[in-house]
């Protein structure tokens, strides 16, 4: 798609698996980030774990905040923000789903119709149990996780104003 097909302005997708704790910290964000009131042109989506079944939403999308669980060796909850441009420029501590999502972004730049996509990178511990839910340790740094991300589509909102 090229850009004059765009649909959506701002997409936040927050990727992840629910089941495995920590890891669908993505989809949790995102959950809360739905919960604010935000402009009409915000979508919010839970791209569960990835894959290409997200082409069609990501190619109507100008800009995409996604939110992700990475494991890099910083303290839990630990938030970096990024601007990849290409699938290289993703941390490659990235969590499991990270080879699907990097071959996602890979087919939109080929596509030519990729958006501009900022990423919110939020550290997790390397062993994690099964469960639904975060851990009381990265439960207490969701609010402002959450806050940073809002921050984030209030300032693209205004830029395109």
Do not use: W
């Amino acid at each position: 798609m090229s850009g004059a097909c765009v649909t959506t302005p701002l997409l936040v997708l927050g990727i992840g698996n629910i089941l495995m704790g920590d890891e669908g910290v993505g989809v949790e964000v995102v959950r809360q980030v739905e919960q604010r009131p935000l402009p009409g042109d915000v979508t919010c989506l839970d791209g569960g774990t990835g894959g290409f079944h997200l082409l069609g939403v990501l190619q109507q999308a100008r800009h995409v905040i996604l939110v992700d669980a990475t494991v890099d060796g910083a303290p839990v909850g630990t938030l970096r923000r990024l601007q990849p441009r290409y699938s290289a420029d993703y941390p490659r501590t990235l969590t499991a789903h990270d080879i699907g999502l990097k071959d996602l972004l890979d087919a939109l730049y080929l596509l030519g119709g990729a958006p501009c996509v900022t990423l919110f990178a939020v550290s997790i511990a390397p062993l994690q149990e099964m469960g639904v839910g975060v851990s009381a340790e990265l439960a207490v740094r969701l609010p402002d996780i959450t806050d940073q991300v809002c921050a984030e589509i209030c300032a693209l909102v205004d830029a395109t104003v």
